[in-house]
């Protein structure tokens, strides 16, 4: 197995924790909280339209650790990724120079 074919399976398994994040996000019983802040909030009135707000504020407060996360890991590994793909690059020119020349050689000849 080679590295392209490894770093094309962690692309993937990325965008797939991406998407089951998402999805998981938006489910009905992801908004919820404790049973004893879901009872006092939904047995009055004016408690019930604090709920979504309370809701979204759990959410936001459990979001802001991973999106922290996930840029400091992206600033340790962009250098890294930046350099990879520079190496992709120059074996690419390299093989198609060498592609281009024996053509040309078979051409003349």
Known sequence: MNKSSISAGKNHCG???LAVTLALSFCRDAFAQCQMCRTALTNS???????????????LLLAAP???AAWIALAI???QLVTI?????TQLRQSFSRKCTS???MFRA
Not at 85 to 89: D, I, L, Y
Request: no cysteine; net charge positive.
């Open 15 to 17: 965008l797939a924790a």
């Open 103 to 105: 053509a040309l050689q």
């Open 66 to 68: 991973f999106i922290i």
């Open 45 to 59: 009135v004016e408690g019930q339209r604090w709920a979504l707000g309370i809701n979204q504020g759990i959410l």
């Open 85 to 89: 793909e520079a190496k992709r690059r």
């Open 77 to 79: 590994y962009w250098p």
